[in-house]
């Protein structure tokens, strides 16, 4: 059982569109990682969101935290081919603060 | 800054045969260490954790063991390989549990 799902599993889109992924859980997390990760790499962090209902943005890429601290949203306005990767979202729960479990992916094309 | 060094990058090594990753951290002290192994495009699969010297908590029962000899070293073993033992293996450490910080990864063959 993934504590964390994320949808969709894969997305190919043509540069230019907006598009937005999901990360869900029936758990409560004390902050939510996004991440995103090249081939033959390991992951590479790009934002920490942390309070209920956070919105924080990284130029076309807005992310969002869930009031209930259970979901997470990445959005990308504008896609472009240097988009293209596997992104994960990542988090810890109260009961568990050092374990870090991670979503199962999505993986995100960008057609030229 | 920190620093986090996994080896080897690649290995190949036959079923039934013993496994030794490595992974050290440079630049910060008492880090959370983690082990997860990867299916290709998939996520992570959290297989360790360790807060401390000594303490190694386990996530998936297996035929995969981890030690953490020293603060900043974390090992992941293996008695016998077996072929479903293959992906990509990552280290990461981490404050208090929150970000992590990620090694170059192993990618295993057994064969």
């Known amino acids: 059982t993934q504590l964390l799902e994320q949808s969709p599993q894969f997305l190919s889109i043509q540069e230019g569109e907006n598009l937005t992924v999901y990360c869900n859980s029936s758990?409560?997390?004390?902050?939510l990682q996004w991440y995103r990760q090249e081939p033959g790499e390991g992951p590479v962090l790009l934002v920490t969101?942390?309070?209920?209902?956070e919105v924080k943005k990284l130029k076309r890429l807005t992310f969002q935290f869930g009031d209930a601290r259970k979901d997470s949203s990445l959005h990308i306005t504008a896609a472009q081919p240097g988009d293209t990767g596997l992104y994960l979202c990542?988090?810890?729960?109260?009961?568990?603060?050092?374990?870090?479990?991670f979503g199962s992916g999505t993986r995100l094309s960008i057609r030229p | 800054s920190q620093t986090i060094h996994q080896w080897p990058a690649t290995l190949v090594q036959p079923v039934g045969s013993p496994l030794s990753l490595e992974c050290t951290v440079e630049?910060?002290?008492?880090?959370?260490l983690y082990w997860y192994r990867q299916a290709a495009g998939r996520g992570l699969q959290l297989l360790f954790y360790?807060?401390?010297?000594?303490?190694i908590s386990s996530e998936v029962p297996q035929n995969l063991s981890a030690s953490r000899p020293q603060d900043r070293q974390f090992i992941l073993s293996s008695k016998k390989l077996l072929l479903s033992d293959s992906g990509f293996y990552l280290c990461?450490?981490?404050?208090?549990?929150?970000?992590?910080?990620f090694g170059q990864g192993t990618r295993l063959t057994v064969v």
């Open positions: 990461a450490w981490s404050v208090l549990g929150s970000e992590a910080f």
């Open positions: 758990s409560v997390f004390s902050s």
């Open positions: 969101v942390v309070t209920g209902g």
């Open positions: 990542a988090g810890s729960r109260y009961s568990s603060a050092s374990k870090i479990i």
């Open positions: 630049g910060t002290s008492n880090p959370n």
């Open positions: 360790s807060v401390g010297i000594g303490q």
